[in-house]
């Protein structure tokens, strides 16, 4: 494993798309607020850029299931020996059995190894004596992840979680207070191999914990999707970033939503941060850049006033025992004005974004209706996600959507409800349905 120079301490930078002009009266003020980070999470071990580096734990589904066929729970173990030589040398980890209880297969002390060649051939040696046995409680490997990424001072808490049946033997309360105690201490990415489990449970893991849901349907996939995942969390340079929102007197937040590379609703996860001010968790960034859609309402006000609707800044911590990093930051205005084209014009970033969450609706409330057997609501739910699909440009959901519905007439959202449709290409659209594509600028 070859050796990595330190990386410098991301950069951010916060960009705002908007239409600022409102009619006599109005209200509404809608922004795409891009941030952008550049300069971190690449050239060394992940998140040593301060101090503390990466850790990552790697749970593994082994309940009897994963033995049906024969080529999952191999699967399993080769894609997570393939992770395991994706981590660079100095981070911490440790690998997960999970069935109706979690066991530390490797280093199994209570602690994190740290990644060298030695540690990693020593985990590898522990994945080929994993066996499938017993049931299905995701809470629990969730909360041991917690305590093992707990166990040492980290920049960057990550983890990676595989199953394929439903969470059976634990009920959905259980799932959801270990969820509640693990968000916010590490980031997840969880994924579904074959297609014995159930979408919702995967997403609102990786959605609780600001991480990727995705399906793998094949187990000879499995290992390439995991290096895949492993690479990612390496590139993670900064942890525990909040997009904070501070809104004059008389203004109420309608809504904060990330909306690309996914369409994820922060709303609901403020935290207070002072004076009309809160903090909404991003998760852990590399070098990369994301959209979010903030939306207020502004009290009414005469032609020709203004104000300052919103600041939009970025809380990056800074060096463990140090100072937080100035904050990038951009504004969100609102004028008023007697033009009728300026106040009725729609920015084409808040127009294409708005477009992508109601594909996401669509494609969610198609398939609902699908699976009830309401056959006149899916085909209307569904023909108006292929028409947003393509509409937008996004091509690869209008494939997903293809494999569901028979499309007449794209443009116009005419389709016809497939009568035979495979179970992986159902779970693979909904599963998929809230990736979105990026503007062009």
């Known amino acids: 494993m070859a050796n990595f120079s330190k990386p410098t301490a991301p950069r951010f930078s916060v960009d705002v798309y908007q239409n600022e002009f409102l009619p006599e009266g109005g209200r509404d003020v809608s922004a795409i607020v891009t941030v952008t980070s550049t300069g971190g999470g690449t050239g060394g071990p992940a998140g040593t850029g301060d101090s503390g580096g990466a850790g990552v734990v790697i749970m593994v589904d082994c309940s009897g299931s994963m033995e049906y066929p024969s080529t999952k729970m191999r699967g399993a173990r080769e894609a997570t020996a393939a992770a395991v030589d994706?981590?660079?040398?100095?981070?911490?980890?440790?690998?997960?059995?999970?069935?109706?209880?979690?066991?530390?297969?490797?280093?199994?002390?209570?602690?994190?190894?740290?990644?060298?060649?030695?540690?990693?051939?020593?985990?590898?040696?522990a994945l080929r004596r994993l066996s499938a046995g017993g049931g299905t409680a995701i809470g629990t490997w969730l909360r041991l992840a917690d305590r093992l990424l707990s166990s040492t001072e980290l920049t960057i808490r990550h983890g990676i979680l595989l199953t394929?049946?439903?969470?059976?033997?634990?009920?959905?309360?259980?799932?959801?207070?270990?969820?509640?105690?693990?968000?916010?201490?590490?980031?997840?990415?969880?994924?579904?191999?074959?297609?014995?489990?159930?979408?919702?449970?995967?997403?609102?893991?990786?959605?609780?914990?600001?991480?990727?849901?995705?399906?793998?349907?094949?187990?000879?996939?499995?290992?390439?999707?995991?290096?895949?995942?492993?690479?990612?969390?390496?590139?993670?340079?900064?942890?525990?970033?909040?997009?904070?929102?501070?809104?004059?007197?008389?203004?109420?937040?309608?809504?904060?939503?990330?909306?690309?590379?996914?369409?994820?609703?922060?709303?609901?996860?403020?935290?207070?941060?002072?004076?009309?001010?809160?903090?909404?968790?991003?998760?852990?960034?590399?070098?990369?850049?994301?959209?979010y859609h903030v939306s207020v309402r502004v009290p009414r006000a005469s032609v020709g006033q203004e104000m300052l609707a919103?600041?939009?800044?970025?809380?990056?911590?800074?060096?463990?025992?140090?100072?937080?990093?100035?904050?990038?930051?951009?504004?969100?205005?609102?004028?008023?004005?007697?033009?009728?084209?300026?106040?009725?014009?729609?920015?084409?970033?808040?127009?294409?974004?708005?477009?992508?969450?109601?594909?996401?609706?669509?494609?969610?409330?198609?398939?609902?209706?699908?699976?009830?057997?309401?056959?006149?609501?899916?085909?209307?739910?569904?023909?108006r996600a292929v028409q947003l699909a393509a509409a937008s440009g996004n091509a690869d959901t209008a494939k997903l959507l293809s494999k569901v519905v028979d499309v007449v007439d794209a443009a116009a959202?005419?389709?016809?409800?497939?009568?035979?449709?495979?179970?992986?290409?159902?779970m693979t659209l909904e599963t998929r349905s809230t990736k979105t594509v990026r503007v062009t600028r």
């Open 86 to 125: 994706t981590l660079r040398d100095g981070t911490s980890f440790a690998v997960v059995a999970g069935t109706h209880v979690a066991k530390e297969v490797y280093p199994g002390n209570g602690r994190l190894a740290v990644a060298d060649a030695r540690t990693r051939d020593e985990a590898k040696g």
């Open 164 to 291: 394929d049946g439903r969470n059976e033997h634990e009920s959905p309360e259980a799932l959801r207070a270990a969820l509640d105690a693990c968000a916010g201490r590490f980031t997840c990415d969880a994924r579904g191999v074959g297609t014995d489990w159930e979408v919702k449970e995967v997403t609102g893991i990786a959605s609780a914990l600001l991480g990727t849901a995705d399906i793998v349907a094949d187990p000879a996939g499995l290992a390439a999707d995991f290096t895949a995942m492993m690479e990612q969390a390496m590139g993670k340079g900064v942890a525990d970033v909040a997009l904070r929102l501070w809104t004059p007197v008389g203004v109420e937040i309608a809504f904060v939503k990330q909306v690309a590379p996914t369409v994820e609703d922060l709303t609901g996860r403020r935290t207070e941060a002072g004076p009309r001010a809160g903090d909404y968790p991003t998760g852990s960034w590399g070098d990369e850049s994301r959209d």
């Open 310 to 383: 919103a600041r939009v800044s970025l809380i990056v911590p800074g060096p463990v025992g140090g100072e937080p990093r100035p904050p990038a930051q951009g504004l969100v205005r609102a004028v008023w004005t007697d033009d009728l084209a300026m106040s009725t014009s729609i920015n084409p970033q808040v127009a294409h974004y708005t477009g992508q969450a109601e594909l996401a609706d669509a494609i969610r409330e198609g398939l609902d209706a699908r699976k009830s057997g309401d056959h006149d609501g899916a085909t209307a739910k569904l023909g």
């Open 413 to 426: 959202g005419t389709v016809r409800l497939k009568a035979k449709v495979a179970d992986a290409d159902e």
